[in-house]
Antibody, heavy 123, light 111 residues
């Protein structure tokens, strides 16, 4: 059974960089079929996709966050990471990592999720 | 403002059938499959329906999905108290080089 677990600081100061890591267990990240995503949920709000990375290094980012986001992968550790620069209070959210899978780009879904980690941006 | 449009709330009594709709456009639901996620209070979202109408292993057949044009729907039959949750639709959007979009979520209350 695949499991994902987010880790990182729960408090980040405004203008600094938010850094989170997702550890994947129960399966390899190196399959071509999987894409590794970050999704966030602001308090009391809906879900917002941040971006994904493939083990090959291919990345896609939410156009609204693209200028501040970087997602990287370390397949040797079965981990992938999120960096979000120049954070403000509006970046306070629960951050989820999730696996995306499916036969074609038009028919994929997020089939496994981490439990989420609350990150608060405050001085 | 979410790219996919959902009603913010829905309700039903035990045993009823409730339908939740998700309205999109030609660049998302119109050309790619819609997925549905259930988020119970205080927990991470869980995949409920993928590729418009497929259920992952373990999801009861009370949950069903459909698509018509640029809209998708989730139907829950034989409503149970444990179905009280937030439900989100999602689809890949081909615009702006491609990105995932979500609906704003529908909070389902079982009366």
């Amino acid at each position: 059974q695949v499991q994902l677990q987010e880790s990182g600081p729960g408090l980040v100061k405004p203008s600094q960089t938010l850094s989170l890591t997702c550890s994947v267990s129960g399966g390899s990240m190196s399959s071509d079929s999987y894409y590794w995503n970050w999704i966030r949920q602001r308090p009391g709000k809906g879900l917002e996709w941040i971006g994904y990375i493939h083990h090959s290094g291919i990345t896609y980012y939410n156009p609204s966050l693209k200028s501040r986001v970087n997602i990287s992968v370390d397949t040797s550790k079965n981990q992938f990471s999120l960096k979000l620069r120049s954070v403000t209070a509006a970046d306070t959210a629960v951050y989820y990592c999730a696996r995306e899978s499916g036969p074609t780009v038009s028919s994929r879904s997020f089939d496994y999720w981490g439990q989420g980690i609350l990150v608060t941006v405050s001085s | 403002q979410s790219v996919l449009t959902q009603a913010p709330s829905a309700s039903g009594t035990p045993g009823q059938t409730v339908t939740i709709s998700c309205s999109g456009s030609s660049s998302n639901i119109g050309s790619n499959t819609a997925n549905w996620y259930q988020q119970l209070p205080g927990t991470a979202p869980k995949l409920l329906i993928y590729s418009h109408n497929q259920r992952p292993s373990g999801v009861p057949d009370r949950f069903s999905g459909s698509k018509s044009g640029t809209s998708a729907s989730l139907a829950i039959s034989g409503l149970q108290s444990e179905d009280e949750a937030d439900y989100y639709c999602a689809a890949w959007d081909d615009s702006l080089n491609g990105h995932w979009v979500f609906g704003g979520g529908t909070k389902l209350t079982v009366l």
